[in-house]
């Protein structure tokens, strides 16, 4: 059987990706370590070892669990916990559960988490784990669509997810997974989310993805607006959200997002209510923004991104046809 692995080079190191084969329970436990560290939610556990084992598609089930390891010196795999830089998991399922298995189109693979331990962030592990996991979601199970969702709001993820693999929105889902915490949400800010839809087969036309090209100030529906606020650790520059009015007949809008949401939501957890309103306030903005203009028709068609005089700035690019 093919071993399933491949090797990832960014800044002078290497890493291996390989989806796990382990046949020990044990083997499995890293990755709930791995999903507290990143996340912190105690709350949204992995099943139990036993389980996972099970579930693995190279035992009983239709589950993928990929790991990324850091190479030692000699390139000689270490798959250490030290070494354990990322992982990604998820299983296969149907769209529409009125069919079933019964098709083959009807498959899905759902990817439920893919993270990257913070000390290894900064070497593009987390494109180089979704690139891995297309092969093996199309080689190894014969499946060609991907599904998962993502915050809306997170640019890092609206970069890979939308300009870089071009996956489809397909719904905007509120407070999808109720109101969790840990130290990528907060209990205050509804956990929105947008589910989307990778098609593997679908050619992708990639664009600059500049937003200075369409910086037209009429095309903004949602604009950042610098503010600075006593944040937890310290005084701080984030973005508050300004509604812009939609001019009449346009098929072609941006909604900005803040430059780093994560950062907005630690920065704003303080006391002052003001302050921890700001996050609230983009969520709210946006939610209403975002589905007033898909029942209006438009589709999300890229993200765009910018620096100027320091500042980054990103925006969804959406289109009416």
Known sequence: MNDWKTIHRAKGRSFLLKAEQSPSPSDYSKYERLRMAIWGEPADPFSGERNCLCENYFDLGGSVFLAAYSLDGDGAPDEKWDNFAGFSYGYVGVRDKTVGYRRVDNLCFYSQYTGIKPSFEGFGLGVAIKEFQKKLVLDLLGVSLISCTYDPLTSVN????????????????EAHYENFTGRLNRMDVPCDRFYILWDLKKERLQTAGDLSLFDEPDAFIIRGEPVFIQGKSGKVELEGVKRMPVKGGANRVLLEIPSDFYRMLRETDVDDSETRRIPLEWRLTTRKAFRECFDAGFRVADFLMTERDGRRRNAYLLLRD
Request: charged share 30%; no cysteine.
């Open 158 to 173: 609206a970069a890979r997810n939308i300009h870089r693999f071009g996956m489809d929105v397909l719904e905007y889902k």
